[in-house]
């Protein structure tokens, strides 16, 4: 049998709940069923996409394949638990630069509000010879099969040094068009490069201002960024000239953290 209750019982029940709603800033719909609204910003210290190349293929709901111009071999997979990106461009056109690797499926930089940490280990694979090869990440807020083609960026890449064993860090800017470099390591006084390895990085970063922190040690700082966008895609990327052989490199624990 259905039992009718009073009007005055069933006002003091909502009541109780629309107090809860209110205390608690959310819907009393998701307080009843259990559930948490979801924030509209990142909370601080939250870690919104990270991959560590677990499985035995690239994560397609992830990553999106990118390269542009003529390869002889373009290579974009994951290999013994990393992010695996290796070109050869024997017999390529001379006239282009190859460029290809991976980028997020969706902007997973959001730059609106705290600052970003970039985490990523970077192994240069002991080049003979590293010549005219670079590797590193982008952000870019364009889809596009080579971020260094887009209006707006921020790259942070290790570039090969003559005769090929040795490399530098490289930071740059792209607004309106124009690519600014903001840190060479002396470059071009400086030529001779350094020895690389597997790196550690992080890239701590706002809309201003940029920290680099290479295997735990400050490596370089620019606060002057001016960056003119706040969502970007995240781009791992390896660029060659032509009519160079099968050269390697690897990528692995990539994170994107809501703050410092």
């Given at each position: ?53 677990s499985g035995d ?19 974009v997979d994951v ?162 000239h032509s009519n ?17």
């Amino acid at each position: 049998m259905t039992r009718n209750l009073p009007i005055a019982s069933l006002l003091a029940g909502l009541s109780a709940v629309v107090a809860v709603s209110c205390r608690s800033g959310r819907p009393a719909q998701a307080q009843m069923d259990g559930a948490v609204a979801p924030s509209a910003q990142p909370t601080a210290g939250a870690t919104p996409f990270s991959d560590d190349f677990s499985g035995d293929k690239l994560d397609t709901d992830r990553w999106v394949h990118t390269a542009k111009n003529d390869f002889a071999e373009d290579i974009v997979d994951v290999q013994d638990g990393r992010l695996r990106l290796a070109a050869s461009t024997l017999g390529t056109d001379d006239t282009t630069v190859k460029y290809h690797g991976v980028r997020t499926k969706e902007k997973v930089i959001d730059l609106s509000g705290d600052p970003v940490t970039i985490a990523l280990d970077l192994d240069w694979n002991n080049q003979p010879n590293g010549c005219y090869m670079s590797a590193g990440v982008y952000l870019c807020p364009e889809q596009t099969d080579d971020p260094d083609d887009a209006d707006q960026y921020l790259c942070c890449q290790y570039i090969g040094v003559p005769p090929g064993q040795k490399a530098r860090f490289a930071l740059s800017r792209k607004r309106g068009g124009y690519d600014e470099p903001l840190f060479a390591e002396g470059w071009p006084e400086k030529k001779e490069g350094r020895a690389i390895g597997l790196e550690h990085l992080r890239l701590i970063v706002d809309q201003g201002s940029i920290v680099v922190v290479e295997n735990d040690a400050e490596l370089c700082e620019h606060h002057d960024l001016g960056l003119e966008f706040d969502k970007a895609y995240l781009y791992i990327q390896q660029s060659s000239h032509s009519n160079y052989p099968l050269r390697t490199v690897f990528f692995d624990n990539v994170a994107v953290q809501q703050g410092r």
